[in-house]
T-cell receptor, first 114, second 114 residues
Framework: EAAVTQSPRNKVAVTGGKVTLSCNQT?????MYWYRQDTGHGLRLIHY???????EKGDIPDGYKASRPSQENFSLILELATPSQTSVYFC?????????????FGHGTKLSVL | KTQVEQSPQSLVVRQGENCVLQ??????????LRWFKQDTGKGLVSLTVLVDQKDKTSNGRYSATLDKDAKHSTLHITATLLDDTATYIC?????????????FGAGTQLIVIP
């Protein structure tokens, strides 16, 4: 079964601090995604990537950067964390060459910004 | 404006009972529709993908329908088990690849009691 691993599982940060969320996939998938999930809302796309070296803005990119240094790794970076970024963050990977691409999600990172 | 509406918001059933979850959407174009299961504190796991104008799928005790004319989908769970307790999320894709926009519903929280 395909695997997507996120770290850390939980993170507490201070306002104005830098936070890096990491994601690793062993599926050899080209596409990777970062979403956030807030209570009462559906998942929202922050950044995504077509492959190593590529990052693209999603629907809510403000306040976030992304980095894809390799096929396996995709990071989400909060340079100056704010309390509004308190959320659960999910990473996913998928293979665009498969029609109706199947997505595999990590277990999520719960971030609290105080 | 929310483009994917799920109902009910939450549902409690007794083990062994059947249940039906609803998904209405306004996403255009609607290339495909996915149902995911999310256990508490975990990532999303794909249950099924529906593609055709009027589609039906079956995956064990889970079955789903899609009517693109009505922009409506249902997820049926037969003979519920305690392990079915989870949030079920409806997602509409506007392209064949997830690199198109995926529109997530907020989910239906299903609780199965003994």
């Amino acid at each position: 079964e395909a695997a997507v691993t996120q770290s850390p599982r939980n993170k507490v940060a201070v306002t104005g601090g830098k936070v890096t969320l990491s994601c690793n996939q062993t599926n050899n998938h080209n596409n990777m995604y970062w979403y956030r999930q807030d209570t009462g809302h559906g998942l929202r796309l922050i950044h995504y990537s077509y492959g190593a070296g590529s990052t693209e803005k999603g629907d809510i990119p403000d306040g976030y950067k992304a980095s894809r240094p390799s096929q396996e790794n995709f990071s989400l970076i909060l340079e100056l964390a704010t309390p509004s970024q308190t959320s659960v963050y999910f990473c996913a990977s998928g293979d665009p060459h498969i029609s109706n691409e199947r997505l595999f999600f990590g277990h999520g990172t719960k971030l609290s910004v105080l | 404006k929310t483009q994917v509406e799920q109902s009910p918001q939450s549902l409690v059933v007794r083990q062994g009972e059947n249940c039906v979850l609803q998904c209405n959407y306004s996403v255009t174009p609607d290339n495909h529709l996915r149902w995911f299961k999310q256990d508490t504190g975990k990532g999303l796991v794909s249950l099924t993908v529906l593609v055709d104008q009027k589609d039906k799928t079956s995956n064990g005790r889970y079955s789903a329908t899609l009517d693109k004319d009505a922009k409506h989908s249902t997820l049926h769970i037969t003979a519920t088990l305690l392990d079915d307790t989870a949030t079920y999320i409806c997602v509409v894709g506007d392209r064949g690849s997830a690199l198109g926009r995926l529109h997530f519903g907020a989910g239906t929280q299903l609780i199965v009691i003994p």
